[in-house]
């Protein structure tokens, strides 16, 4: 081809230094392609060394900060191993990646020389598990025959999953389920591929899960030579069973890269308060992109004046998809997560269930507090060999928020109907944090009294105590928490 070029191995090696600098992966990190004017498909065919038009060719270069486009040119070398196929059609665009050089190496392992079947990618909401997928790919690529990533971000039948599969891989479609997967697993011991499912946790869905974890144990559990890499803000229960399966709990970014996230939003690097934002928000990439405009626009990009609000800024997109979770938990899971907020320090098992109302048997507790590990939910402390638990910052925001309006809720509903039983959370809960009597500024009380105050107003104060004289000589059990919640909301006036 006249005109082209292509890279060598060693050149190859110079442009990965290159774009690692700027926290770019190898082919989805879009302003790659659009910055040296070509497609993602070029930049690809440029990775696996294949030849392209030379203009394009000093383009990719000199997007990354490379002018000596001559030293990346390959004269007579062969590529050193077949071109896998791509069909990426489903695979977001990713803005940048930095760190992650430890699960990348480890993921690796399990995936090249371990040969797992199963590998996914569990973490909070925002963290980087799809970033991470994406990089993870671009790494291993030369691995496999096929790379197929599919994604489960909006709901979707199984069958619908199967039929999109055996059409990628040019395979006739199946009518049913079980068939589907028998033309799957046949093809994926066949040739050695990486199928990729993006956004497990919707699958987990009351009418999804049943057909979904079939799905996942047959391909974790049959012979073949492929694998099957998922990302999901919820571990999936098979993952325990298998002996081909591996999972990795993604954590928030380490602070420099962190860092290195926010100079390339705008930050120079050495303002003030960027070391306790990391760790407010617990390194993670998604929250820390959207509280940076916020701190630009508002405050002059002063982050000190930023914290100094004492307030964290979480976003419509991670609290709506908190919701979604929110909505899938079971009544004690949700009871723990409001009683983690009302401690707002880590706490641990024994402490915690003695104030749980009604008393629950500790082995429900112990399951429940595994279910929310399983969602990424909870952070876990050691102090004397015994584990403490809390939330991350961002959840203990959404949490208390979610527990004033439902307490105020519950108010409104008692005030409506004159029936006591609509006190759920109110009844369950003792909203002042335990061992403290510090009633004034209290966080949950004083934003709970100010939502009531925008209602009610001036009679706040009568309403408060008319609800008290309807407690008088009810049973114990039915009263709970509800009288001490309402003198300490009282007590803020």
């Known amino acids: 081809m006249a005109n082209s070029l292509r890279a060598s191995t060693q050149g190859l090696e110079i442009v990965d230094r290159a774009r690692q600098r700027r926290g ?30 030379q203009d394009i060719f000093i383009a990719i270069c000199q997007a990354v900060g490379i002018s000596n486009w001559q030293a990346i040119t390959a004269a007579n070398e062969v590529p050193d191993s077949p071109t896998p196929r791509f069909h990426w059609d489903e695979a977001p665009d990713l803005e940048n990646f930095y760190g992650r050089h430890e ?17 996914v990618i569990v973490g909070l909401a925002g963290i980087g598990k799809t970033s991470l997928a994406l990089a993870l790919s671009d790494h291993i690529q030369q691995k496999f025959e096929k790379i197929i990533w599919k994604s489960l971000q909006t709901p979707r039948p199984l069958i619908s999953l199967l039929d999109s599969l055996l059409n990628t891989l040019d395979n006739p479609t199946a009518a049913q389920i079980e068939q589907g997967i ?18 497990w946790e919707t699958t987990l869905e009351a009418e999804q899960k049943p057909t979904y974890h079939q799905f996942l144990q047959r391909l974790s559990h049959a012979r073949h030579q492929s694998c099957l890499l998922i990302t999901s803000r919820e571990k999936p229960s098979v993952i325990e069973i298998e002996t081909k399966a591996r999972c990795l709990s993604l954590k928030g970014l380490q602070a420099a890269d962190a860092l290195m996230l926010l100079k390339a939003a705008g930050f120079n690097g050495q303002e003030l308060g960027l070391s306790a934002l990391i760790k407010i928000y617990r390194g993670n990439p998604l929250a820390l992109k959207m509280v940076t405009p916020l701190i630009q626009s508002l405050f002059g990009g002063n982050v000190s004046a930023f914290l100094s609000q004492n307030t964290w800024v979480v976003g419509e997109l991670l609290r709506n998809i908190f919701q979604q979770q929110f909505e899938r938990l079971s ?48 952070e876990k402390w050691w102090s004397d060999e ?55 500024g209290d966080y949950l009380l004083s934003r709970l009294r100010e939502q009531l105050w925008r209602v009610y107003g001036p009679e706040l104060q009568q309403i408060l105590e008319r609800l008290l004289g309807q407690l008088q000589g009810k049973k114990p059990l039915l009263i709970g928490y509800i009288a001490c919640n309402l003198v300490f909301i009282s007590k803020q006036f």
């Open 386 to 440: 015994q584990p403490s638990f809390t939330l991350q910052p961002l959840l203990m925001k959404i949490v208390k928020d979610k527990l004033v309006e439902q307490a105020a809720a519950e108010i409104s509903q008692v005030l409506q109907t004159n029936d006591l039983r609509y006190f759920n959370v109110l009844r369950t809960h003792c909203l002042l944090r335990p061992g403290t009597d510090v009633f004034v």
């Open 103 to 119: 699960e990348l190496d480890q993921l690796e392992q399990w995936i090249i020389n371990d040969r797992c079947k199963l590998v």
């Open 24 to 53: 770019w992966t190898k082919t989805s990190t879009a302003r790659w392609w659009q910055d040296a004017h070509t497609s993602r498909a070029t930049l690809r065919r440029f990775w696996q060394g294949e030849r392209i038009q």
């Open 182 to 199: 028998i033309q799957l697993l046949d093809y994926l011991q066949k040739h050695r591929c990486l199928l990729i499912l993006d956004g």
């Open 331 to 378: 009544c004690l899971e949700r009871d723990l997560l409001y009683w983690l907020a009302i401690w707002q320090e880590p706490v641990s098992l024994c402490r915690l269930q003695s104030y749980l109302l009604p008393s629950t048997d500790p082995c429900e507790v112990l399951e429940a507090i595994v279910a929310l590990e399983r969602r990424s939910l909870l």
